[in-house]
């Protein structure tokens, strides 16, 4: 399932900065590549103070026991779980989890396909496979009574893209190695999570009687398509099936969505601080400015990005103010200012 590991590691990757808040998936996200897999015992658990959609994220003590070495204790710092999920995540319970061979005390749940955080069998695949976005404040529109469902592209970084122009931010994703053809399982666990949209990828699914399956109306490479369809749907290229669950954010104060810069990035900018932006939220402050995908922010107010997580809460701590942002774009230094949204256009 080389292109669902590919969309995986995309969503996992996101960091949302829109609304002064950010959003990411779980502690420790790019282990679901690099990692290794163990068991771990349940030692502690413990209440962040955060919620998404009334359910918490939690934070672990966890003994971990290596195939090949002794056990060792480590902490697993975020995990967003369902309050029916709870019992599961008691001390004493066994989760997968993975850590990093060269620093062991790094460690998170294993969100592989086929190996989900929660052991539950409920008889929805959508529900029992699925695995969900930590997000710290992102402000979400109400949801509609049942999400709009598209077809997946073959490019996935295209379509994480325009949805994220579009102000759509990750939930989550069900990952099905095995059956799952009834996209009525699939829709019930986006009306649980409280889905705006979810996006269809792999084999081909069964939609209820009426209903049409078309790619995501928005997405720029969609112009043209086959007769009677809005744009062409993907040829199936792997065995299983994956759901992507978003949902819609309210106007932001700032409108990027953002990550640390990686290793290349740090060696060819010269600097190991500042942020990259992966895409800017249309008609947000950001784009307003001018602020482009690839950008990389140095500065905000005069003040520089030591640490991407802390930038949204003093985003909030600002919110209406005009602001000198430095950043470097294509290798040059560049300034911008943006007006920033008030909090309370921001609606709540």
């Known amino acids: 399932m080389k292109r669902t590991a590919f969309l995986i590691s995309l969503l996992l990757s996101v960091v949302v900065l829109l609304t002064g808040c950010s959003a990411m998936f779980y502690s420790n996200s790019d282990l679901q590549t690099t990692g290794v897999t163990a068991q771990a015992e349940i030692l502690e658990h413990w209440e962040t103070g955060i919620k998404v959609n009334d359910e918490p994220v939690i934070g672990l003590k966890v003994r971990v026991k290596p195939g090949d070495g002794a056990p060792y204790e480590a902490t697993i710092k975020r995990v967003l779980i369902s309050q029916l999920e709870i019992p599961q995540f008691q001390p004493g319970a066994v989760i997968p989890v993975r850590y990093d061979p060269k620093d062991p005390s790094r460690v998170s749940i294993d969100l592989s396909p086929g190996t989900p955080a929660k052991v539950?069998?409920?008889?929805?695949?959508?529900?029992?496979?699925?695995a969900a976005?930590?997000?710290?404040?992102?402000?979400?529109?109400?949801?509609?009574?049942?999400?709009?469902?598209?077809?997946?592209?073959?490019?996935d970084t295209a379509d994480i893209r325009a949805l994220n122009e579009n102000s759509y931010v990750p939930l989550g994703y069900s990952a099905v190695a095995k059956g799952g053809s009834d996209a009525r399982q699939a829709i019930d666990q986006g009306k649980q999570i409280g889905a705006s949209l979810m996006v269809l990828y792999g084999e081909p699914f069964e939609v209820p009687a009426g209903q049409t399956l078309a790619a995501l109306p928005f997405h720029p490479g969609f112009a043209s398509g086959e007769a009677g369809t809005i744009g062409s749907a993907p040829r199936p290229t792997e065995k299983g099936r994956v759901v992507a669950y978003w949902a819609k954010v309210r106007p932001p104060v700032f409108g990027v969505f953002s990550r640390p810069l990686n290793d290349e990035e740090k060696t060819r900018l010269r600097r190991n601080?500042?942020?990259?932006?992966?895409?800017?939220?249309?008609?947000?402050?950001?784009?307003?400015?001018?602020?482009?995908?690839?950008d990389v922010i140095l500065a905000i107010d005069g003040k520089q990005i030591l640490d991407v997580t802390a930038v949204p809460a003093f985003l909030t701590s600002i919110a209406g103010k005009k602001v000198h942002i430095e950043l470097v774009r294509?290798?040059?230094?560049?300034?911008?200012?943006?007006?920033?949204?008030q909090l309370n256009d921001v609606a709540r």
Do not use: C, R, W
Request: charge should be negative.
């Open 273 to 294: 601080n500042g942020m990259f932006v992966g895409a800017v939220a249309k008609g947000s402050p950001a784009a307003a400015a001018g602020i482009q995908e690839g």
């Open 133 to 155: 976005a930590a997000m710290q404040g992102a402000v979400l529109m109400p949801p509609p009574a049942a999400p709009e469902i598209y077809l997946g592209s073959s490019d």
């Open 120 to 130: 539950a069998n409920t008889g929805n695949p959508y529900h029992d496979y699925f």
């Open 330 to 341: 294509n290798g040059s230094p560049l300034s911008v200012d943006v007006q920033l949204n």
